[in-house]
């Protein structure tokens, strides 16, 4: 099982819960803006807490409330991309790729530089600064910023949306092949149904409705 | 018309106003950088309070913080009393004194820009560092600090210019002593006493602009060379 969850997150007054499991491949998180797509992303990364439940990823347990676990974000060998890339400002983009890399053990590194600028077609903007790059250009690095973290799991938010709809195609393949080729999980936002179709193994609905007062 | 050196006199003025205004920062600097901290990112009740009480040296009159330095520092004061039995630190008519005015001056001008900059810091950003490895303390030197500097530095420029200008608080508390609290701004005060002396007050006032440009230029000089460039070896 990729991803195992079963969990409650409050958000203002509400609460909202969800619960699902998936296999390999990409799941696809389906859903309208306002669902809570994102903040299941944030608790599965560890940057928000759930009030109840578990989340296990792979066969890993990253957080479960009844045994007291709870993985620091850190501690979780996430890759998420974000709907607003996050690039470091003040860093290039070679120091942004470099960020998460170094932080990794040489052994548990399965991604070469290499190979993620040839992959991501990157290598020509190592020494730009992210102000500089294009929304398809910044969503790129950050793809290959959290690969070379050397994470377990891929979470994608909405990497589509700050791209023009020229270059959609090239990182919807770039996503398919990461899918593939990598053989990592992924669990992907969407709200749009012809990406979802295309891209994912397994679609999880989050409906409004999942809300409970 | 000649423009003679300093005498020794200026020379011991222009020293004691950079040794009292440095050590004055060196030692604020952190505390102002923890109450800009607090004050960014935490939330707890009595917060207002701690906001007025770091404002307060900023909306006083000079005269009154001094007299409270007085009665906090002094000799028979609690704290005053506590830290000469323990560590042997006095700060009456002595240059430590001049110091601590300078200190409790400038605070409230570097907590507001720090705090100003720590506020500005994207969250999300440091978020991204925690995903990709790095734990709180990597996250704090790495994203929140760098981004944070341009404010930091601002305020200790304004930390800088605020102290070596002091007046009031330091003649209140640590009085007008030659060589050992005559800092700038009182030289010239001094001097300003004295018939026939226009001339050492120019001298002096022209000195006090000197430093503070020269403060100006520091602060831009370190903000522009931020760095870049490490990593190459790598990639």
């Known amino acids: 099982m990729s991803f195992d969850v079963a969990m409650t997150l409050q958000r203002g007054s509400l609460r909202m819960h969800y619960e699902f499991t998936a296999g390999p491949g990409l799941t696809a998180l389906f859903g309208p803006s306002g669902a809570g797509k994102t903040s299941l992303l944030d608790a599965v990364a560890g940057l928000v807490r759930p009030v109840e439940g578990h989340i296990a990823v792979a066969g890993a347990t990253l957080f479960d409330r009844a045994r007291k676990i709870d993985l620091k974000p850190e501690k979780r060998r996430c890759g998420y991309v974000f709907q607003d890339h996050r690039l470091f400002p003040h860093r290039s983009v070679r120091r942004n790729l470099l960020y998460g890399w170094r932080l990794v053990r040489p052994e548990e590194r399965w991604l070469s530089i290499d190979i993620t600028l040839d992959l991501l077609g990157i290598r020509h903007l190592l020494d730009r600064m992210p102000a500089t790059l294009s929304g398809g250009e910044a969503q790129r690095v950050a793809i290959g910023r959290a690969l070379l973290s050397a994470p377990r799991f891929l979470l994608m938010d909405e990497p589509l949306a700050s791209v023009d709809a020229s270059r959609r195609e090239e990182i919807l393949s770039l996503i398919e092949r990461i899918r593939d080729e990598l053989k990592l999980p992924i669990l992907y936002v969407s709200h749009d149904r012809g990406e979802v179709e295309r891209l994912a193994q397994q679609i999880v609905p989050i409906e409004p409705a999942s809300a409970t007062a | ?235």
Do not use: C
Not at chain 2, 19 to 26: H, M
Not at chain 2, 141 to 161: K, N
């Open chain 2, 1 to 235: 018309m000649a423009v003679e050196g300093l005498s020794p006199e200026e020379w011991e003025v222009l020293l004691l106003s950079l040794k009292v205004s440095s050590v004055a920062i060196a030692a604020i600097m952190p505390v102002a950088f923890a109450l800009a901290w607090i004050l960014a990112r935490w939330r707890f009740p009595g917060k207002v309070l701690l906001d007025a009480v770091v404002h307060l040296p900023l909306v006083l009159p000079p005269v009154v913080t001094g007299w409270l330095l007085l009665l906090t520092f002094g000799t028979n004061a609690p704290v005053g009393r506590f830290l000469s039995e323990t560590v042997g630190l006095t700060f009456l008519f002595r240059w430590t004194g001049a110091a601590l005015a300078a200190a409790v001056m400038a605070l409230p001008l570097m907590v507001r820009a720090m705090r100003l900059s720590l506020e500005t810091v994207d969250r999300r950003l440091e978020n991204a560092a925690r995903t990709l490895g790095a734990g709180p303390w990597r996250t704090f030197f790495s994203v929140t600090l760098p981004l944070a500097t341009p404010g930091i530095m601002a305020g200790l420029v304004l930390g800088l210019a605020r102290s070596t200008g002091e007046f009031g608080a330091t003649i209140t508390f640590a009085s007008n002593i030659p060589g050992e609290t005559q800092t700038l701004p009182l030289a010239i005060y001094s001097a300003l006493q004295l018939p026939g002396s226009e001339w050492q007050v120019a001298r002096l006032a022209g000195l006090s602009v000197l430093l503070s440009v020269s403060a100006l230029a520091l602060s831009e000089w370190l903000s522009r060379r931020n760095g870049q460039g490490k990593d190459r070896h790598v990639l």
